[in-house]
């Protein structure tokens, strides 16, 4: 897909002239943009704008089809709230915008004073296990980036069954595969900012795409993706990636493996059977309220995803990297040390049923597990049953991108672990480090945020701005951040003291790697999660 020059780009006679005269135009709350002109916002020398469209609205016919061309409109378009959010269940991932399926919207934040200043562009993918999340979340305000001289782009895309239905009859319509919409929804959206990032005082030729949770899974997949060729320069991706092996049927339950397209239009069709569409055309006669039902009782959380649609995701991203088929720039990786923390916390397991399980899962490697994960005792089973959920969903991914990317690329490797939590907490939560990268902390529990935690999220901001601006995070009074390799695998710990050391957890991580190879050479169908 690519529709970068469809639409109609306008340059005013006034603006031509003005450029002529006297260099490049100044920035103001007026911009021209794919479609039309968009009046934003300033406050304290930022300039922002809110609820540019950049795609047509996916609905009627257009559901479950790549985003089409955005559609023109006259006059100025007011560019100063958020556009809705994708349709999705009501609170969804704490959610408090409306929703609705005209949702393919974006945003700028940007401090340019000029169009010509060429500043680093980073464009944010939200999480949300594919099901939820929006833009508007104030977590992810972009006013903090753009005061360190970025542009930040924030895209929406369409998410649970509207983003990733596959069906056979989808796959025969478009040719390529089917259940990959919300994937081509950021296409389009990198595609907007290559041919309007300019006008903000962006460079389209110096693109970071950035994402946490479900949206670095995102950025993983891109990274990977031949449609996706071109559009970006840099990689951040915090608590994602998804280097499993294919799931190719229910065996095992759901896991982080990206589904075959089999399976996934298996699953389609008893979407649309518990939908009571005999089609695809009724079910795109269905309204928006009556599709996101039909994900209740068995058929939400994570059922929708990205599959291998043979057109965006072509293969399981190892193969792919394995193979050197994937887009080779720099990238900048890391987790928490307690992702699933956030999920309801540690659960209470005995050491005998901690063993139990890991005999259960892990048939021939479970010795070499076990032998890496404490659990003597109640409360080591119970840490070690977290760290390896943590591993396994998270951390083998990163570790594996980093270790991948630094052999099979030439664009360096970054890796951190984020490990900065309350004394009286064990570890750091999934997305506890994502107020910090955007510098939105905000009164908490215990108050308001105190020194050192600004000045962390200084710094992991400065690091993430430095990256976007040269695919390196290391800049003037930071603590060294090495490059990753085979051969030296260093981490940046956020801690209390941050600074580089060891990745951590490597037995741990080397024993689940083994087991994963294991897996992958016996084509194993139940990919490799937990």
């Not at 518990?274 to 079910?283: E, F, H, Q, V, Y």
């Not at 994960?373 to 594996?400: C, I, K, M, V």
């Amino acid at each position: 897909m690519n529709f970068r020059n469809s639409g109609c780009l306008f340059a005013l006679p006034v603006l031509v002239f003005f450029a002529c005269a006297c260099g490049s135009p100044v920035m103001t709350t007026t911009v021209e943009v794919t479609g039309g002109a968009i009046e934003g916002v300033e406050h304290d020398g930022i300039l922002s704008y809110k609820g540019v469209p950049f795609a047509a609205p996916p609905v009627g016919d257009l559901r479950w089809k790549a985003p089409a061309p955005v559609e023109p409109w006259t006059g100025v378009r007011q560019a100063d709230a958020f556009g809705p959010a994708c349709m999705q269940a009501a609170g969804a991932m704490g959610n408090t915008a409306p929703v609705s399926e005209d949702c393919l919207y974006l945003n700028v934040w940007t401090p340019a004073k000029t169009q010509g200043e060429k500043l680093p562009v980073i464009f944010w993918i939200y999480g949300g296990g594919f099901s939820g999340g929006s833009t508007s979340t104030p977590m992810y305000d972009g006013t903090g980036f753009a005061q360190k001289g970025v542009v930040l782009v924030s895209g929406a895309y369409r998410v649970g069954p509207f983003g990733f239905l596959a069906h056979p009859e989808l796959s025969r319509e478009s040719g390529q595969g089917s259940g990959a919409y919300g994937l081509l929804d950021m296409i389009a959206g990198l595609e907007w900012v290559q041919d309007n990032a300019a006008r903000f005082g962006g460079d389209p030729s110096n693109v970071t795409i950035f994402g946490h949770s479900a949206g670095g899974r995102a950025v993983n997949m891109l990274a990977a993706s031949p449609a996706a060729k071109g559009l970006f320069h840099r990689a951040i991706c915090m608590s994602g990636g998804s280097f499993a092996p294919l799931q190719t049927s229910e065996q095992g339950g759901m896991s982080l493996g990206i589904p075959s397209l089999g399976l996934a239009e298996s699953t389609g069709e008893a979407f649309l059977e518990r939908l009571g569409a005999a089609d695809i055309g009724a079910a795109r006669a269905a309204s928006a309220e009556e599709i996101q039902k039909g994900i209740a009782g068995g058929m939400g959380g994570m059922r929708f995803r990205p599959a291998t649609d043979g057109r965006v995701i072509p293969s399981d991203l190892y193969s792919l990297y394995e193979e050197g088929r994937f887009n080779d720039t720099p990238i900048l990786v890391g987790n928490t040390s307690g992702e699933l923390g956030s999920f309801g916390g540690r659960a209470n397991i005995t050491p005998a049923q901690f063993e139990q399980q890991i005999r259960s899962q892990f048939g021939p490697h479970a010795d070499a597990i076990l032998s890496v994960y404490p659990h003597a005792t109640d409360a080591e089973a119970a840490r070690s049953s977290a760290d390896l959920s943590r591993d396994s969903s998270y951390g083998w991914s990163t570790w594996t991108w980093a270790r991948l990317q630094s052999e099979k690329g030439t664009g360096k490797a970054f890796q951190y672990y984020y490990d900065y939590h309350a004394p009286d907490a064990e570890s750091s939560g999934h997305g506890s480090d994502v107020p910090y990268a955007f510098q939105t902390l905000g009164p908490g529990p215990q108050g308001a945020p105190k020194p050192e935690d600004v000045k962390l999220s200084d710094m992991i901001s400065s690091y993430w701005v430095h990256f976007a601006r040269s695919g390196d995070p290391n800049g003037p009074g930071l603590p060294v951040w090495p490059a990753f390799s085979e051969s030296d695998q260093q981490a940046m710990v956020f801690d209390a003291s941050p600074g580089a050391r060891p990745v951590p957890n490597l037995d741990k991580l080397k024993a689940y790697d083994a087991y994963v190879g294991w897996l992958r050479a016996a084509g194993d169908p139940s990919g490799g999660g937990r």
